[in-house]
């Protein structure tokens, strides 16, 4: 992959502000003191030394949407983190053509925060972009997945077209943005980042990927919190359980 008209990352990443809350992703120290990387979250999400960062979070989404079962607010929960990680490292992407380093131990996390998830990188390393997959998949996905599938019981499967379905949305918000702003440099290297992440074994089986298009084959179990309903790259076409899909078997 070829992608031209390289610019050098900022210490403050500030070329992803205009692009919105999601792709913001704030550098230096914490103002309020230390908080917990996302290294500790991932190797002890039962760690009392650091408050349970991730069963902390789940917690929280579970009581705002009034979730019925911990693992649908794991799949919330999960499905937020991995918007935030990936409207970084793409929007980083297609704006500077390099990626900062998200090594998980560098990454803070505030587990109390609302959305978008509250995200430090304490210092700006660059990175090829061609170390997409190994930064977010490799590097924070896994981890986090086998974390909530051992600890809320969440099947990998649902969480891994999570992380397809963040990607998508990130792929298409920053597509949107470029073109109406006649960034076609910026839009096509969003475009062949999110190609190239699409094809990879973690991603490729779980859904359609066409265009700036994405269905996915399985559900983030939405439509199972009060007021919820399916997404719009949901397999299904209207809640499991509904006359429409109880009248047709």
């Keep these: 992959m070829v992608l031209l008209l390289f610019v050098d ?146 099947a990998t499967g649902l969480l891994w077209g999570n992380a397809a379905s963040a990607l998508a949305g990130a792929a298409r918000e920053l597509d949107r943005w470029a073109r109406t702003r006649g960034r076609t440099e910026m839009a096509a290297r969003a475009r062949a980042a999110t190609a190239e992440l699409f094809a990879h074994p973690l991603l490729a089986g779980t859904g359609t990927f066409t265009g700036s298009s994405f269905r996915r084959r399985s559900c983030c179990l939405y439509y199972r919190v009060p007021g919820g309903g399916v997404c719009g790259d949901c397999c299904f076409t209207q809640p499991p359980g509904s006359s429409r899909n109880a009248a047709s078997g």
């Design 9 to 154: 990352l900022d210490p403050e990443l500030a070329a992803l502000r205009p692009l919105g809350g999601f792709f913001v992703l704030r550098t230096g120290a914490a103002p309020h003191g230390p908080l917990p990387t996302l290294a500790r979250t991932y190797e002890n999400p039962a760690s009392e030394v650091y408050g349970n960062s991730l069963t902390f979070r789940v917690q929280i989404v579970a009581e705002r949407l009034q979730a019925p079962e911990p693992r649908i607010a794991a799949s919330i929960a999960q499905q937020a983190l991995a918007a935030r990680l990936w409207s970084v490292a793409l929007g980083c992407a297609a704006v500077y053509g390099r990626i900062p380093d998200l090594d998980p131990r560098l990454l803070h996390w505030d587990a109390d925060s609302g959305a978008p998830d509250d995200l430090w990188l304490a210092e700006v390393r660059p990175r090829p972009v061609d170390a997409l997959a190994q930064t977010v998949l490799h590097g924070h996905l896994e981890p986090l997945n086998a974390a909530l599938a051992a600890r809320h019981r969440t």
